[in-house]
């Protein structure tokens, strides 16, 4: 018998980040402030806004990213990759973003181009973003975080090199690290244990990402559980049980995490608030509520 209910109680002491992706449609970016708005209140340490492959979304990054920064206060971080230019151009680029107050920079190699491709480092273009990391301390003294991989990044010969190279990124500068999403908590756990194992002493942050169907997870996490694809199978057409098993099954998945000791969270929004702000709200961290006199100002 469970001694108390799972989430009673808790006390809210968590840090917690949001992951967006730039608007390509005005419809689009009109649902993206929307859920900027919504999770405000939560009051994240910072939030990201992610890069296109090759650089596809440069421009609308750029433009995301500064609009959050400028106009709700809440940190902003830009993701940055090494693909699709050149090093003179990536920190030029990077240039731009601390010119425009933005000092927080997500690191990443980044996807080629076109799926399924295997990663080439442009001739005059950073090989990878342990390179990238150390570059941009040369532009400015960013905060920088960098990505890691609880269940082995694909490319990576195995688990250990793959654990060798986070070191190297935190060794070259940067403040945490950002898992991809997963769903095998153990993983996480094990992943953790190792990485103290192999010194390295920065933040190793769980990406989450509170799924709303099977195929849309598929794109972020490298393994879907056989347990969750049961879970979930016969929801297709039925929008709000999904929303609701899914905010569940993310909860659990949190809360256990938490009770492991973990205490910062990045969540992989997809754009959309419902998800995130329920899980937020179960851990313990609830949204402010506005003065009255802001409320009619901003229209809530």
Same mark, same amino acid.
């Given at each position: 018998? +469970? $001694? ?25 970016? #009109? ?36 609009? +959050? ?8 971080? #830009? ?15 990077? %240039? ?6 933005? %000092?927080? +920079? ?52 195995? $688990? ?24 095998? *908590? ?7 244990? #190792? ?26 996490? /490298?393994? +879907? ?16 049980? /999904? ?34 702000? #329920? ?9 402010? *509520?506005?003065? *009255?006199?802001?409320?009619? *100002?901003?229209?809530?």
């Amino acid at each position: 018998m +469970i $001694a108390a209910p799972l989430f009673a109680d808790l006390a809210g002491d968590i840090d917690i980040s949001f992951e967006f992706f730039p608007p390509k449609t005005a419809a689009m970016e #009109a649902t993206l402030w929307e859920t900027v708005q919504a999770l405000a209140p939560y009051d994240p340490r910072f939030v990201s806004v992610t890069y296109g492959a090759g650089g596809s979304t440069r421009q609308r990054t750029h433009a995301t990213v500064t609009r +959050i920064e400028t106009e709700t206060g809440i940190p902003a971080a #830009a993701h940055l990759t090494c693909v699709g230019a050149s090093k003179g151009e990536v920190l030029d680029i990077a %240039r731009q973003y601390w010119a425009a107050g933005i %000092r927080h +920079i997500v690191a990443l190699r980044g996807d080629p181009p076109v799926a399924g491709q295997k990663f080439e480092a442009q001739a005059d273009g950073f090989s990878n973003a342990r390179e990238l990391t150390a570059a941009l301390l040369t532009v400015a003294p960013f905060e920088i975080s960098v990505a890691a991989y609880p269940e082995v990044h694909p490319d990576a010969v195995s $688990a250990q090199a793959d654990l060798d190279y986070l070191k190297s990124k935190i060794d070259a500068g940067a403040k945490r690290a950002i898992t991809q999403a997963f769903f095998d *908590v153990e993983a996480f756990l094990r992943f953790r244990d #190792a990485a103290v194992t192999a010194g390295i002493g920065a933040e190793l942050v769980p990406g989450i990402l509170p799924i709303a169907n099977v195929a849309q997870a598929r794109k972020f996490a /490298r393994a +879907i559980p056989p347990w969750m694809d049961r879970l979930l199978d016969g929801l297709d057409t039925q929008p709000q049980a /999904r929303q609701l098993v899914a905010a569940t099954i993310a909860a659990e998945m949190c809360r256990t995490l938490y009770a492991e000791g973990v205490r910062q969270f990045h969540f992989y929004t997809l754009n959309r608030a419902p998800l995130t702000s #329920a899980i937020c709200h179960l851990l313990g961290r609830k949204a402010a *509520v506005l003065p *009255v006199e802001a409320a009619l *100002v901003s229209g809530v």
